[in-house]
């Protein structure tokens, strides 16, 4: 059994930089059909510049007021600072991406 993850769309580049993709992410066994698949939504917090695009975004980012940045970990990137939480609250599926 492993996991099938690929793009949604064909023409989809995953590396094109903006706040999300979604991938399909499927379960198989080596041969045969997909056991279950779900779309599976890659999210950057890290491409807000605002506060107002940072926590009204359908993700779970967070602004830190101080340090002028957008994220989705304020525990690791916001320490001591003064916090405007986002309004997300996201039931799907969804996978922080750390562009480097």
Known sequence: MYVVLKPVSLNSNCL??????????????????DFVTTNFTFF???????????????????????????????????????LVTGVSVSSSLQFAVFWQ
């Open 16 to 33: 094109v930089v903006a706040d999300h993709f979604t991938a399909k992410l499927s379960v198989r066994m080596t041969s045969g059909p």
């Open 44 to 82: 950057d917090c890290n491409t807000y510049s605002s506060c107002t695009q940072c926590v009204s975004s359908n993700f779970p980012c967070d602004w830190c007021v101080d340090g002028h940045r957008c994220t989705h970990d304020t525990a690791e990137n916001c320490r001591n600072d003064i």
